[in-house]
C-alpha cells in the first residue's frame, strides 16, 4: 500500500524523444516534489508544487517541464530528452511539517 | 555552489562503533533541518528531524543543531552493519519550504 507510487520504474528513451515521469499520492499532501539523483550524490531539486494547478521550479528545472492536474499526481516531462539526464528520477509528496516520503524511483537511460 | 555541505563524504566504522556525521548549510534563510538515510537500491527515508537548537534522541540516534552557526550533526551509537547506508542532510527554505539536500555521507559499518 505504497502512498507514494512512480511509473514506470524503468524506461530506455532515444535521444530527442519525449519521456514522461508519472507519480501518484494517496498521503493528502498539498507539496510535491521532483528530485534527480545521480551516481554517489545527493538529490537536487527539478520542479516541486504547493498544490493542484501549481509548479514552481527547483534548483536544475532546464530541461524539465511540471505539471500538477490534481492533488494527488504530479508529472515530470522532458520535452527533449538528452543523455545527460540519464538518472534515477524521486517524486515525493511533503507533509505540514514538509517532512518529505518518497516513491520507489524511476531509472531513466537516455540513449 | 552546494548550500548544503556534509562531512566525511565516507566513514568506515567497526561493528559497535560511533559514527559522526555533519552538515552546514550556507544559505541563512534556512530554519529545519532533516536527516533522510537511504539503503542501497532503495528511496530515502526520513531518519529524524530537528527545529530547535539542542539535542535530540531517538534510540541510538542523537541529533544536534546550533542555529546561530547553521550546522548539525548526527550521532549513531553501538552501529549495525545494517546502518550501513548513504545519510542524506536536507535544509529547507524559510520563505519557500523548498528542501535542499547535501551530497550525503557513505557509512559502512565494519562486522
Known amino acids: 500500500e505504497a502512498a507514494v507510487t512512480q511509473s514506470p520504474r524503468n524506461k530506455v528513451a532515444v535521444t530527442g524523444g519525449k519521456v514522461t515521469l508519472s507519480c501518484n499520492q494517496t498521503?493528502?499532501?498539498?507539496?510535491m516534489y521532483w528530485y534527480r539523483q545521480d551516481t554517489g550524490h545527493g538529490l537536487r531539486l527539478i520542479h516541486y508544487?504547493?498544490?493542484?494547478?501549481?509548479?514552481e521550479k527547483g534548483d536544475i528545472p532546464d530541461g524539465y517541464k511540471a505539471s500538477r492536474p490534481s492533488q494527488e499526481n504530479f508529472s515530470l516531462i522532458l520535452e527533449l530528452a538528452t543523455p545527460s539526464q540519464t538518472s534515477v528520477y524521486f517524486c515525493?509528496?511533503?507533509?505540514?511539517?514538509?517532512?518529505?516520503?518518497f516513491g520507489a524511483g524511476t531509472r531513466l537511460s537516455v540513449l | 555552489q552546494q548550500k548544503v555541505q556534509q562531512s566525511p563524504e565516507s566513514l568506515i566504522v567497526p561493528e559497535g562503533g560511533m559514527a559522526s556525521l555533519n552538515c552546514t548549510s550556507s544559505?541563512?534563510?534556512?530554519?529545519y533541518f532533516w536527516w533522510y538515510r537511504q539503503h542501497s537500491g532503495k528511496s530515502p527515508k526520513m531518519l529524524m528531524s530537528i527545529f530547535s537548537n539542542g539535542e535530540k534522541e531517538e534510540g541510538r540516534f542523537t541529533v544536534h543543531l546550533n542555529k546561530a552557526s547553521l550546522h548539525t550533526s548526527l550521532h549513531i551509537r553501538d552501529s549495525q552493519p545494517s546502518d550501513s547506508a548513504l545519510y542524506l542532510c536536507?535544509?529547507?527554505?524559510?520563505?519557500?519550504?523548498?528542501?535542499?539536500f547535501g551530497d550525503g555521507t557513505v557509512l559502512t559499518v565494519k562486522p
Open positions: 536536507a535544509a529547507s527554505d524559510t520563505n519557500t519550504g523548498k528542501l535542499t
Open positions: 544559505d541563512r534563510n534556512v530554519d
Open positions: 498521503n493528502n499532501h498539498n507539496n
Open positions: 508544487s504547493y498544490g493542484a494547478g501549481s509548479t
Open positions: 515525493a509528496s511533503g507533509d505540514t511539517q514538509n517532512t518529505l516520503y
